[in-house]
C-alpha cells in the first residue's frame, strides 16, 4: 500500500491508472478504522481494481464548539487496518494541502442540509459538500461508497453528483452494529461503560419503530413514533434528544406517516459530551 500526502502525487497516479484502463474506488474517511470502515473498503476492492482510502479529518465539517481537535486518531493502526483490506492508496494530505492559504470556495446543497443534522450544525454540510467535491476531483474515481449511518450525508452526496454530472457511481452501505445493536462510529470510543450501554437506546427506539409500524398493517403516524423514541431515549437522564424525525427516504422532508417510503433518523447526546447518530427505514 502507497502512502500519498500530496494532491500532485494522488492526481498522477490516478491519471495513469484511468489511462490504463483500471477501474478506481474511493472510501473517503476521516480515519480511527472500525468495522464499518473496513467493510466499505471491501466492498470497494470487490468491485474495482484500484482502491483508494482517504484520510482527512476534515476541519471545513466542524464547528466552534465541536470535537475537531479531540477526534481520534491512530494513524499506524489506520495504516495496518487499510494494508490489510488490500488498499492500493491511503491518500492523508495535510489541511493546507487541501485547503491552501486563499481557499474561498464553498459548496452548498441548498435542501437536503437543512433539517436533522443541518438544524444543529451550521456549516456542517457545506463543509462535507466542499472536501468530497475535492476528493472527487484529486482522485477521480469510478465509484465511491459511504456508510448509510450518515443517511443524510449519503442524500447530500448523491444529489451534489448528480447536480455537478460527475461520473461516478455513489453506493450506500448500511449500518454496521455491534453485537448490542450499537452503530459503530468512532465516536464509540468517546463513551465510557457505562454510556456504552445507554447509547443501545438508539437501536431499541428503531426496533420498537418497525414492530410499531409491522403491527398497523404497515403505516402509523409518524407522531406516535417519535414520541415513543423520544420517550424511550429520555427515560436515561443521561441521554438529551438532539432530534427524532420520520422523513422521506429521498427528500428528506418529514412526513406525516411512517410506512414504506420513511426513514427514521435519531441524534443524541450522552452526558452532553458524546453526539451519536443512527437510522433506519421503516
Known amino acids: 500500500m502507497k502512502i500519498v500526502q500530496t494532491v500532485m502525487e494522488m492526481q498522477r497516479l490516478s491519471r495513469e491508472w484511468n489511462k490504463q484502463g483500471l ?80 481557499f474561498q470556495t464553498s459548496i452548498s446543497v441548498n435542501l437536503l442540509s437543512k433539517g436533522l443534522c443541518g438544524a444543529d450544525r451550521p456549516g456542517h454540510f457545506d463543509g462535507v459538500a466542499t472536501v468530497v467535491t475535492k476528493l472527487f476531483n484529486i482522485t477521480q474515481p469510478h465509484l465511491a461508497i459511504f456508510g448509510q449511518k450518515d443517511y443524510q450525508q449519503l442524500a447530500l452526496i448523491r444529489q451534489l453528483v448528480s447536480d455537478l454530472n460527475f461520473d461516478i457511481e455513489i453506493i450506500g452501505h448500511p449500518i454496521v452494529r455491534e453485537s448490542d445493536g450499537l452503530a459503530m462510529s468512532s465516536r464509540n470510543k468517546y463513551l465510557d461503560e457505562n ?57 428528506l422532508q418529514p ?17 452532553n459530551k458524546v453526539r451519536l447518530i443512527d437510522n433506519s427505514p421503516l
Open 195 to 251: 454510556e456504552r450501554q445507554l447509547a443501545t437506546c438508539l437501536f431499541e427506539a428503531i426496533l420498537e419503530a418497525k414492530k410499531m409500524v409491522y403491527k398497523h398493517g404497515g403505516s402509523i403516524a409518524s407522531d406516535e413514533i417519535v414520541k415513543m423514541a423520544q420517550d424511550r431515549i429520555e427515560k436515561n437522564p443521561s441521554c438529551r434528544v438532539e432530534y427524532v424525525s420520520v422523513v422521506h427516504k429521498q427528500t
Open 255 to 271: 412526513v406525516d406517516v411512517a410506512d414504506s417510503e420513511a426513514v427514521l433518523a435519531l441524534a443524541m447526546k450522552v452526558n
Open 23 to 102: 477501474s478506481i474506488g474511493l472510501v473517503p474517511t476521516m480515519g480511527f478504522f472500525h468495522e464499518g470502515h473496513l467493510s466499505l473498503m471491501r466492498l470497494a476492492r470487490s468491485r474495482c481494481d484500484k482502491v483508494i482510502t482517504t484520510l482527512f479529518v476534515n476541519p471545513m465539517q466542524f464547528g466552534p464548539n465541536e470535537d475537531l481537535d479531540a477526534y481520534p486518531r491512530d494513524f499506524e493502526r489506520d495504516e495496518s487496518l487499510a494494508k490489510s483490506e488490500n488498499v492500493d492508496v491511503m491518500f492523508c494530505p495535510e489541511t493546507k494541502e487541501i485547503y491552501g492559504d486563499d
